[in-house]
T-cell receptor, first 114, second 119 residues
Framework: DSGVTQTPKHLITATGQRVTLRCSPR?????VYWYQQSLDQGLQFLIQ???????AKGNILERFSAQQFPDLHSELNLSSLELGDSALYFC?????????????FGPGTRLLVL | AQTVTQSQPEMSVQEAETVTLSCTYD???????LFWYKQPPSRQMILVIR??????QNATENRFSVNFQKAAKSFSLKISDSQLGDTAMYFC????????????????FGQGTILTVHP
């Protein structure tokens, strides 16, 4: 158990709908990362938040947005869903310790868009 | 931009034997870290081992060790005494760091290698 929690574990929805994925980082971790794992694209970085502020952006679609709240949990919002958005969405949290940052991954949310 | 390449889509090994998974990367960065993550059938991403690019000594973690060749930009993972529980997809990953050794930012992953350990 990495200490990172994600809810829900599974999500089935229809095209055009909107969903929210939630992530709670490990205690004390200030950074939260979101990654998407799909069959055709592999593991791709979406976005990073650090202590409530957006730190870096990757291949995140305009239909997707995220935020990190004062209690450091993060939410990833996916809207106008398409079949191709079906994927495993990971959240990872990290802390800088001794000059090293290690990202610890949550169990993921499996999204199926029908 | 960094790229990470794992040229072996699938590998198999007999229980108790040794297997080596390959990874090459391309970067213009001088300072970085490399990782191997394991993803078993449960789909959880588990850190296996980490290598700091500024260290010449290869990292080891119990039965897992790496062969880091910085000039060749190669980072292979050796699993000794393979166990059935090692069956998983293995991802090589890269993260940049600053000159002080502080890593930051996104992980860039390879495509993964599916390892099957046979009894």
């Amino acid at each position: 158990d990495s200490g990172v929690t994600q809810t829900p574990k599974h999500l089935i929805t229809a095209t055009g709908q909107r969903v929210t994925l939630r992530c709670s980082p490990r205690s004390g971790d200030l950074s939260v990362y979101w990654y998407q794992q799909s069959l055709d694209q592999g593991l791709q970085f979406l976005i990073q938040y650090y202590n409530g502020e957006e730190r870096a952006k990757g291949n995140i679609l305009e239909r997707f947005s995220a935020q990190q709240f004062p209690d450091l949990h993060s939410e990833l919002n996916l809207s106008s869903l398409e079949l191709g958005d079906s994927a495993l969405y990971f959240c990872a949290s990290s802390v800088l310790r001794g000059g090293q940052e290690t990202q610890y991954f949550g169990p993921g949310t499996r999204l199926l868009v029908l | 931009a960094q790229t990470v390449t794992q040229s072996q889509p699938e590998m198999s090994v007999q229980e108790a034997e040794t297997v080596t998974l390959s990874c090459t990367y391309d970067t213009s960065e001088s300072n970085y870290y490399l990782f191997w993550y394991k993803q078993p059938p449960s789909r959880q991403m588990i850190l296996v081992i980490r290598q700091e690019a500024y260290k010449q000594q290869n990292a080891t973690e119990n039965r897992f060790s790496v062969n880091f060749q910085k000039a060749a930009k190669s980072f292979s993972l050796k699993i000794s005494d393979s166990q059935l529980g090692d069956t998983a997809m293995y991802f090589c990953a890269f993260i940049r760091s600053n000159a002080g050794g502080t890593s930051y930012g996104k992980l860039t992953f390879g495509q993964g290698t599916i390892l099957t350990v046979h009894p």
